[in-house]
C-alpha cells in the first residue's frame, strides 16, 4: 500500500509539485531559527523586538487562514499556492535587508500570510486531486513534508549563518525559494493552471 502511494507520488505532476513547492519554502528559507541572530546583528538584541519577530509570522498567518475565502474560491489552488511561496521567498530575503525592526515585523506579517494561503493551496489540491483510495496515504506523505520541512530549514539556516551571517543565510535563503518555486511553475504548467489531469478525467 505504501508503494502505492509513492508511485502516485511520483506520477501526479500536480500533487508532486505541491509537495516539492512545499519543501522548497520550508527547507530553503525557514526563518525562525535565525531570529535571535538577526536581532542581535541587526536590532541589538532587544528582548521585546524578538518577541515580536516570533509572533509576527503567525499574525500574518492567522489573517490570512480567516481572510482566505475569496482567493481559495478562485479555482486555481496550484497558481495561488506558487505565488504565496514566492512571497514568501521573496518577503524574508527583503526581511533580511531591512535595518527597520517596523518594516521587518511587516514584510514577516507578509510572509505569514503568505504561506498560509500556499499551506491552505496545497491541502486543497492534495484533497481534490488524489483518488478516495490513495488520500490517507498521500495526506501521510504532505503531513511528513509539513513536519519535516521546516526543521530541516531551521538547520540548514543556522548552518549557512554559522558560515557567514543571519542576513546572509536569510536573503540566500529567500532567493534560492523563489528561483526553486519559479522552476517548478514553470516545468509544472498543469499546476499553475489549474487544469485536470488526464487521468484524474
Do not use: K
Not at 502505492?4 to 513547492?21: K, M
Request: with cysteine.
Amino acid at each position: 500500500g505504501v508503494l502505492d502511494g509513492l508511485r502516485f507520488l511520483a506520477g501526479n505532476r500536480v500533487v508532486r509539485g505541491a509537495l516539492i513547492t512545499d519543501l522548497a519554502a520550508t527547507i530553503l528559507s525557514m526563518p525562525v531559527s535565525l531570529f535571535p541572530l538577526i536581532n542581535a546583528e541587526r536590532f541589538g538584541g532587544n528582548p521585546r523586538t524578538l518577541g515580536l519577530f516570533m509572533s509576527a509570522v503567525a499574525v500574518g498567518g492567522v489573517t490570512a487562514t480567516a481572510l482566505s475565502g475569496s482567493l481559495t474560491r478562485l479555482g486555481r489552488p496550484g497558481l495561488v499556492m506558487l505565488c504565496g511561496a514566492a512571497t514568501w521567498g521573496t518577503a524574508l530575503a527583503l526581511f533580511g535587508l531591512t535595518t527597520s525592526p517596523w518594516a521587518g515585523l511587516g514584510l514577516l506579517v507578509v510572509a505569514g500570510a503568505a504561506d498560509a494561503l500556499s499551506v491552505v493551496s496545497r491541502s486543497t489540491i492534495v484533497q481534490t486531486r488524489t483518488p478516495d483510495a490513495l488520500l490517507g496515504r498521500v495526506t501521510a506523505a504532505e503531513q511528513i513534508v509539513g513536519q519535516a520541512g521546516p526543521h530541516l530549514g531551521n538547520l540548514r539556516g543556522g548552518l549557512v549563518a554559522g558560515w557567514s551571517s543571519g542576513a546572509t543565510a536569510l536573503v540566500t535563503g529567500g532567493l534560492l525559494c523563489v528561483l526553486a518555486v519559479a522552476y517548478v511553475g514553470a516545468s509544472t504548467p498543469e499546476l499553475r493552471d489549474g487544469a485536470a489531469m488526464p487521468d484524474e478525467r
